[in-house]
């Protein structure tokens, strides 16, 4: 008789799910059982187990073993993929392979690895399943600082069950009673004690591949804060067969066993060298083996290609950006509203304009260092990017940080050079950034080369924006492209971002009517200032 049982095992830290094996000694099925990931032999009750997964359970089948109930229902439910997963009270409609990864979180029961590829949607999956769950909080996200507001934004919008949802900030003191805690990998050590004392009962960590260095502050705090936490849900877009080091750490909080010791893993996964100094682990090796053995277990992956049947041809994301000028804008903000009351009737839009674009460049200097950590975030995803903006200074800055993969396009680019730069763009592998002035590139040249647009800096109508935005999406184009618009949060920015997406939705975009589309535009913008400032 051989008997194969769903159990649960407990170490110092951790509980996870096993398979337990009792059989009659047999040399030979000894033999095939030692090939079992992360096998024991438990000598006191004269059998062995091994961790649960897809890969161990379809060795254990073909053996001839007899599957207990629970073991059953465990690989029917594996099988399963939920298109139709029901989410009461969630704000918003999931894509179908959105509800699959909902679906895969629950399966795995809130530990799991979303590495789905940049742009589809793997906040808006893990809260999701928070929304699935409302008894389990609070909730701690763990991200870069340029994302922390877009994680509250989008907590609002999808959660209808976590009102109370708390942005941390600097050295600030953390209230109790809170649904979601959100906060920067930056400042993790210093809140660890608080945080610990606040009952955590799932952590996100989004960008999972900041955890990489065992030596850094944020991997040490990281790592202290998921001792005891239940539910521990990572997302990252980095592509992992590329650099198999940058998943281990997660991979291991998510689940212990699902990856060998350090060293036996950066031997067999990273080509582990010794390059005379001391070890390199930035390689890769047997990555396909990796890749099943992930997937088996504790990943869902997918690619745009995949899911493009699903996507609509652009998917725009407005992502916030908390300032670092905030007394200085504040004041500009106050003399313009004081300006704008004494001038009354008799104000010109012209003189409106000079006010509005000082207050727009005075949002650009203080989101600036977090944007650029947003794109070098992206840019290590292995994609292209383009991103557009409207001063030369904006423009010069980027170029410094990132002149050797970026190429630019702005008003003072020879035109017989113009298409140079797009082929260098286009052909070049090395070239990830193409940086463009929004009237001078946003017209006129093919950046199919990258499927994501981001807007550092926006212009005055809706025409210009969907110029640009056409540069990667083609005519005739069946790839989905990911637009993102940086705004500085709580500045002039967001009224205008959300005008022109109105704009988008009512007025035409034909060319001859750009300027009655910024007249209307700053008129509205305008109204809007002055009820903002009646409150």
């Not at 031997?267 to 005379?276: L, P």
């Not at 190429?407 to 003072?412: R, S």
Request: charged content about 30%; some cysteine.
């Amino acid at each position: 008789m051989k008997i194969a049982e769903k159990v649960k095992i407990k170490t110092r830290n951790k509980e996870y799910k096993a398979i337990k094996l009792t059989f009659r000694f047999d040399w030979d099925l000894i033999e095939k059982v030692k090939t079992l990931e992360n096998r024991k032999y438990h000598p006191d009750g004269k059998y062995w187990t091994c961790i649960l997964n897809s890969q161990n359970l379809e060795k254990i089948k073909k053996w001839g073993f007899e599957l207990d109930e629970n073991l059953q229902n465990w690989e029917n439910q594996k099988k399963k993929v939920v298109q139709d997963i029901n989410i009461p009270g969630l704000n918003g409609e999931l894509f179908p392979f959105q509800k699959e990864g909902v679906n895969f979180i629950e399966l795995r029961e809130g530990r799991a690895l979303i590495a789905d590829s940049m742009g589809l949607g793997k906040t808006v999956q893990s809260l999701a399943w928070l929304q699935l769950h409302p008894e389990k909080r609070p909730v701690l996200i763990v991200c870069p600082a340029s994302m922390k507001w877009e994680w509250y934004r989008q907590a609002k919008k999808w959660l209808s069950n976590s009102k109370k949802c708390l942005v941390i900030s600097g050295s600030m003191y953390i209230p109790d009673k809170h649904d979601i805690y959100i906060i920067n990998y930056d400042i993790l050590s210093k809140h660890l004690e608080r945080l610990k004392s606040l009952n955590i009962q799932v952590l996100i960590v989004d960008e999972a591949h900041y955890i990489k260095n065992n030596r850094a502050q944020r991997t040490k705090a990281v790592k202290k804060l998921a001792k005891g936490i239940l539910h521990i849900i990572g997302l990252t877009g980095t592509p992992i067969l590329s650099r198999p080091f940058e998943i281990y750490n997660i991979a291991r909080l998510i689940e212990p066993y699902c990856l060998p010791s350090f060293w036996d893993f950066v031997q067999r996964y990273c080509d582990a060298k010794h390059n005379g100094f001391g070890w390199d682990f930035s390689g890769a090796s047997n990555t396909e083996e990796l890749h099943r053995r992930l997937s088996n277990t504790i990943m869902i992956r997918r690619t745009k290609e995949e899911v493009l049947k699903d996507l609509p041809d652009k998917l725009r994301s407005v992502i916030p950006i908390e300032i670092e000028n905030r007394q200085e804008y504040d004041y500009a903000t106050r003399n313009f509203w004081a300006w704008l009351r004494e001038k009354g009737k008799e104000v010109k839009s012209g003189e409106i304009l000079v006010k509005i674009e000082k207050l727009k460049q005075l949002s650009v200097e203080g989101k600036l260092n977090q944007a650029i950590a947003w794109i070098k975030n992206y840019i290590e995803t292995g994609e292209k990017l383009v991103i557009f903006c409207v001063h030369k200074k904006v423009i010069d800055r980027l170029m410094k940080e990132f002149g050797n993969i970026a190429v630019k396009i702005d008003g003072l680019v020879n035109p017989t050079e113009r298409q140079k730069i797009v082929d260098r763009f286009q052909k070049n592998k090395k070239i990830k950034l193409f940086i463009g002035n929004i009237k001078a590139a946003g017209v006129g040249i093919t950046l199919t080369a990258s499927r994501t647009v981001a807007f550092l800096e926006l212009g005055w109508t809706p025409g210009e924006h969907d110029q640009a935005e056409d540069r990667v999406h083609r005519i005739g184009q069946k790839e989905s492209v990911n637009v993102y618009y940086l705004v500085g949060l709580n500045t002039i920015e967001e009224y205008i971002v959300r005008l022109i997406d109105k704009k988008r939705n009512i007025l035409s975009k034909v060319l001859d009517g750009r300027e009655v589309e910024k007249e209307s535009l700053l008129g509205e913008l305008i109204e809007k200032i002055k009820e903002e400032e009646k409150k």
